[in-house]
């Protein structure tokens, strides 16, 4: 059994965790920065970066302590070293560059995203290749077909907003507060979601890929009207995102045999009208659904350790000249798309 020390600093949580190889989570310490980041409505990378060379170290020393274990009784180092916000990943790499050299432990060079793909197989053991994967957070959306660890094919992303992105910004956009997905949730609960007239960019199209800043550019339109409530909005809005995850999820699952699940993973995966419709679609198909515990949806160290232990048990280790990247993509060979697809 191997003992992997986690470290996740890509955007604006400082998080450490130490993760079995037979999932288990020995400790996991966490870090936000919502207060720092409010009065400003999203996060600003030079604060993130700061604040995670303030408490990173005094977090993995926590971790190791709850654990009970020291640096030397660990197996490896699993430290994201992209996509993500330069800055912050750069402050978690070269802390895990530091404690890997330090201990004369292997490096492993986590990619975030591929962290939020593992995750599943984290909190349900009985997940197999190949699945499909629905990977929807902040600054990423996308279909990939997950055929193993380090083998992704991605099947559509975004040619613009990611769906969480575009959360974030109908947050702004409605003084909701930050962060972003959880306030429209919030507000959504309280309105009608057939009250504001709102796009479904893509809906139906024969092209696999998602959009949302048309719909954004909606919601700013819908709000300078005044003729609607701001909770009618925000449920207006979430679910035509709801209408277009699904739309596009359905897509991809007709003709795609052989896979194990329907599952969800990142950020996004957290809000309860895109499970649920998730769910339904997936019964549908006669698949099983599966998505990770609320907390391990959003950013952390125990999604990153785990990854870590994956790659570990391939044998997919890293050098310590390994560079920070602020894009990464899953499936380097898929093809380039229109628009800003270069979030692929």
């Known amino acids: 059994m191997a003992l992997i020390l986690g470290i996740e600093s890509s955007c604006d949580e400082t998080a450490a965790a130490l993760v079995t190889s037979d999932r288990v989570i020995r400790a996991h310490r966490l870090a936000g920065q919502e207060a720092a980041h409010r009065p400003y409505g999203g996060v600003v990378p030079e604060i993130a970066a700061r604040a995670h060379v303030e408490i990173l170290v005094p977090l993995v020393e926590a971790a190791?302590?709850?654990?009970g274990v020291t640096l030397a009784q660990i197996d490896?180092?699993?430290a994201t070293a992209g996509p993500g916000l330069i800055g912050g990943v750069m402050v978690g790499l070269v802390t895990g560059k530091a404690l890997a050299?330090?201990?004369?432990?292997?490096?492993?060079?986590?990619?975030?995203?591929?962290?939020?793909?593992l995750s599943p197989r984290l909190s349900d053991p009985d997940l197999e290749f190949p699945y499909l994967l629905l990977l929807v957070s902040g600054g990423h959306c996308q279909l990939l077909l997950v055929e193993g660890v380090?083998?992704?094919r991605r099947?559509?992303?975004?040619?613009?907003d990611a769906a969480g992105e575009a959360f974030d910004k109908t947050a702004k956009i409605l003084g909701l507060g930050f962060p972003g997905g959880p306030a429209v949730e919030r507000a959504a609960l309280l309105g009608d979601a057939k009250a504001v007239p709102l796009p479904r960019p893509l809906l139906g199209s024969s092209e696999p890929h998602f959009s949302f800043a048309g719909l954004k550019s909606a919601v700013v339109r819908a709000q300078d009207s005044g003729k609607y409530r701001v909770e009618d909005i925000a449920a207006s809005f979430q679910q035509a995102v709801v209408?277009?995850?699904?739309?596009?999820?359905?897509?991809?699952?007709?003709?795609?045999?052989?896979?194990?699940?329907?599952?969800?993973?990142?950020g996004v995966a957290a809000n309860q009208a895109v499970r649920g419709s998730l769910v339904t679609l997936a019964t549908a198909h006669g698949l099983r659904f599966v998505a990770p515990p609320l907390w391990l949806c959003t950013d952390n160290a125990a999604m990153i350790g785990w990854a870590g232990a994956e790659r570990f048990a391939a044998g997919l280790t890293d050098p310590l000249d390994v560079a920070a990247r602020p894009r990464w993509p899953l499936d380097p060979l898929a093809e380039t798309v229109r628009g800003a697809g270069v979030k692929a």
């Open 150 to 152: 380090n083998a992704y």
């Open 243 to 266: 209408d277009c995850l699904i739309d596009r999820t359905r897509r991809q699952l007709v003709g795609l045999d052989g896979v194990s699940a329907l599952v969800v993973a990142g």
């Open 155 to 160: 099947l559509a992303t975004t040619i613009d």
């Open 76 to 78: 490896a180092v699993a």
């Open 64 to 67: 190791l302590a709850d654990a």
């Open 101 to 117: 050299h330090a201990a004369g432990k292997p490096l492993i060079a986590v990619n975030h995203l591929e962290g939020h793909a």
